[in-house]
Structure formats: C-alpha cells, structure tokens
C-alpha cells in the first residue's frame, strides 16, 4: 500500500508483511510459475477428456486455488503501488467488469453470443463467475506491466503506452479463448473461425480492454509502477504462469496459431533482461537437473 498517509506503526508492519510475502514468492517460484500451470493444464484437460470422476473434474475449488496462486506474484508485486488512487480505479474496474461481461452473457454484445459451459465458482446472477475479476484484471496488469518493461522510457507517451498495452490485452485473449473453448469452459454460439471463436469476441475485446488499460493506467503513477517492474523480478511470473497453462493446452489440442503467439509473448520476455538461462537456473529446485548444485 501507498505508504504516506499512514503512521509508523503501520508502515512498518506493512513493510514486514511485503518483505514476508516478497521472501515467501521468491522461494517457490518454479512451483508457481511452472508447476501449478503444468498441473492445471493436465486436469483442465483430463476434465474435457472425460479421464478424471466427477467431484474432480472441472473442480471450482481447485481452479480457484490454482488461480490464485498463480496470480500471487503478480499481487505481491504490485502491492506497494497500491494507494487510495488505485483502490478506487480498480474498485471502478472491477464494477465494470461484472457489468460488461452480464451485458455480454445476455445479450451477445459485445463479444457475440456466448455461455459458460461450467460453473468456475459460485455465479454473479446465476450469469457469471463471482470471480471474474481474479481472471481478467490480472490479463490487463500483466500486458501493461510488460507493455511498461519492453517500452521503458518511451512509455512517458500516454497514447503509446496505452495503445501498445490494448495490443497485448488482444493478443492475451487470441491464447486464451482458444484454449478456453477446446476444454469446455465457455463456448459461443455459432461457434467462430479461429478455434470456434468469432471475430466479435476480439471486437469486444478490443472494446473491454480499451476500458481497462484505461482504468489501470490512471491507477497508478507510471514512474513509480515502471521503477517496481524494473526492480521486482517475479512480478511477471503470473504471465508466465498463463502463457505455459494456456499455451500447453492449446498445443493439446492442435491449436497452433493461439499457441504460436503464446510462443512470440515468452520470445518477447526472453527479450527483456527478466527471463534468460540463468534465471531459470537459479529458480530451478537445488535437487533437480540443472539446479544450484548442478
């Protein structure tokens, strides 16, 4: 939390938190970048399959769990940034959220005609996921942070650097959907062109995610956020996390265009200084190949 209004009492406590949280992250980060999305991609698609009993396939409990341990680095990361400003805009986000995606199951506006084919949690309306938010503004943060990393200076440009973050919101969902659809989670109606998704999904994409870039970027301060990703190394695993939980199923499933821009987004963190060889050397477990002692 944003920290200047607050007494010294609180501040220090809060401190000792994020310290706790950041240390906690920092020593599991090959169990939740990778291995919670490769176990997700293997039930998620054992569930579609019809391999695992019922009280275990499609299990919102476990998909919730899973989902936010995936998200924590993302949380944790951000956390410090987060003051009354951000509060409020992400409140407003969050709003919008359940509104436009009501709007969209009963309507077919703006994404085309849909329905979720099974229940992630407990339903807002008997219509969406109570959760919806853990799913979608997590999207958003991730392709702004990154759009923050890859852009560095150049991101001063309000235009630029909100432009290039709906880019990556888009493109998020041209890996997601795809995968979504092929395991059953949600499915349109008539089914579309790319891997049963139409055109208007994007067009509706395009439209939410224009909102939300928007809503993030008056959230926070742009220097203070850019100064935390350049300094917070795990604060991207959450995107790592999604790329190889989607970008798996996908391949499972023959989807090799949705899956190839999965491949361009993880070319393009290898691109950064965060993601290289022997940053994955050092987050691999000590016992395993090519760990520490190796």
């Not at 020593?27 to 991609?41: K, L, S, Y």
């Not at 951000?86 to 919008?96: N, S």
């Not at 996908?250 to 965060?274: P, Q, S």
Request: charged residues 15%; proline residues 6%.
């Amino acid at each position: 939390m944003d920290n200047r209004h607050s007494p010294p009492s609180a501040v220090t406590t809060r401190a000792a938190v994020q310290r706790r949280l950041e240390a906690v992250i920092r020593e599991n980060r090959f169990t939740i970048a990778v291995v919670f999305p490769f176990v997700g991609a293997v039930t998620l698609v054992a569930s579609a399959e019809g391999l695992l009993p019922d009280p275990l396939a499609y299990n919102p409990l476990f998909v919730l769990f899973g989902t936010v341990v995936m998200r924590s680095p993302l949380l944790v990361g951000v956390l410090p940034r987060i003051g009354w400003r951000a509060l409020g805009c992400l409140g407003a986000l969050t709003a919008y959220t359940y509104a436009i995606e009501v709007v969209g199951v009963r309507t077919g506006w703006p994404y085309g005609t849909f329905e979720y084919a099974i229940q992630l949690g407990p339903m807002l309306f008997g219509a969406v996921p109570l959760a919806l938010p853990l799913f979608f503004i997590p999207l958003v943060m991730n392709a702004y942070l990154l759009t923050l990393l890859v852009l560095e200076d150049r991101s001063e440009s309000t235009l630029r650097r909100v432009l290039t973050a709906i880019g990556a919101v888009v493109a998020i969902d041209l890996v997601l959907d795809p995968a979504a659809v092929a395991i059953g989670f949600w499915a349109f109606v008539p089914a579309g062109g790319y891997y049963g998704v139409p055109l208007s999904n994007y067009v509706g994409w395009l439209i939410s995610g224009t909102v939300a870039v928007v809503f993030v970027d008056l959230a926070f301060d742009r220097e203070s956020l850019l100064e935390r990703v350049r300094t917070c190394e795990f604060i991207l695993d959450d995107l790592v996390s999604f790329l190889l939980l989607w970008g798996t199923i996908n391949v499972l499933y023959g989807n090799w265009l949705a899956a190839g821009v999965a491949v361009l987004f993880c070319l393009g963190l290898f691109r950064t200084d965060r993601y290289d060889r022997e940053m994955v050397r050092r987050v691999l477990p000590s016992s395993g190949i090519g760990g520490r002692d190796s």
